[in-house]
């Protein structure tokens, strides 16, 4: 559901909590919230990490299932619980001075939270090579557990990642025995990495590639800047950098945590970071949300958010103080 908010709600007003984001996480914290009695508000920017696949896969009773669909249902699910959803971009967060937050969309309107969850994902930022963007989701791929079964016994080709050469070729070298590695600007495997990689049966070629090979609007193979094309049917890459849509976060003062694809959000095991009242769940707090996983913290963070809001208003109701 993408019901408009009414007039009087484009200057501050109150939600008991703000999910900025409408992927899987944030659906599935404000699922919870809703059911919870929580006047709550999602924020949804459109612009899912997953939107350039035709499916998703690995997700219990949605195998398969188109990521537009699985999102649409689950803005009809929401809906049923009071959920409010907007489209927009929530462009800053600052604190109210009352233990909440004021929270502004790129239209300029206002809303008060007195808790946020933040779900905005990640943009994968792809290496330089020719033809490499176009195809992404399609016959260029990242993940073998979301992609693997569907192009299994293929001729794979994997181009390293600078950070680990030999990853994510011996990664997918269990659903297909024809994998070439290009190593690319990456450096010489270790000794021990060489060993798996020949061990997994895995091809190395070394030299830069400068572009991929498409004939009737299919992949068929990895060009070199050498002039050679070596024939390959699927392509695995990793993004040479993952960058958290953290500005919300960022503005707020949450500490960051660093790995080697970026840095991202520090949570604990129910998304809460460091700013009191605001928690982070899905690819923002990390690269290896995918949707099952999202789902999941998404939940924890809706109870965890929950369980606060009510523990506190009992504990203020009790010692006197206004709630809320």
């Not at 484009?10 to 008991?16: H, I, K, Q, R």
């Amino acid at each position: 559901m993408n019901a408009p908010l009414k007039a009087e709600r484009d200057s501050t007003s109150a939600y008991e909590a703000v999910v900025v984001g409408g992927g899987a996480a944030g659906l599935s914290a404000a699922l919870v919230l809703g059911r919870s009695l929580r006047r709550t508000l999602v924020v949804d920017a459109g612009r899912p990490r997953n939107a350039p696949a035709a499916h998703m896969q690995g997700v219990l009773s949605r195998d398969g299932m188109s990521p537009a669909d699985f999102l649409a249902a689950g803005r009809g699910e929401i809906a049923r619980y009071g959920v409010e959803h907007r489209t927009g971009e929530v462009t800053g967060a600052a604190p109210d001075g009352n233990g909440g937050f004021v929270v502004t969309l790129a239209d300029g309107a206002t809303v008060g939270a007195r808790r946020l969850v933040v779900t905005t994902g990640l943009v994968d930022e792809l290496p330089a090579i020719d033809g490499l963007a176009e195809r992404w989701g399609r016959d260029v791929l990242h993940c073998p557990y979301c992609h693997g079964w569907e192009v299994r016994d293929r001729a794979f080709g994997v181009i390293a990642h600078p950070a680990m050469p030999a990853h994510q070729a011996l990664m997918v070298a269990h659903w297909s025995k024809d994998v070439t590695l290009f190593l690319h600007t990456a450096g010489e495997p270790s000794e021990h990495d060489a060993a798996l990689l020949d061990a997994a049966g895995v091809r190395v070629e070394r030299g830069e590639v400068a572009g991929l090979a498409v004939a009737d609007d299919r992949l068929t193979g990895v060009r070199l800047a050498d002039g050679r094309t070596v024939a390959r049917s699927v392509v695995f890459a990793a993004a040479s950098r993952l960058a958290a849509r953290d500005g919300v976060l960022r503005q707020l003062g949450a500490e960051l945590r660093t790995t080697p694809f970026g840095a991202f959000v520090a949570v604990d095991e129910t998304g809460r970071t460091s700013v009191p009242g605001v928690w982070a769940a899905g690819n923002v707090t990390g690269p290896q949300e995918q949707v099952a996983n999202a789902v999941s913290r998404g939940y924890r963070a809706g109870v965890a958010l929950n369980s606060e809001l009510l523990l506190g208003d009992l504990e203020a109701k009790a010692a006197g103080r206004p709630v809320g």
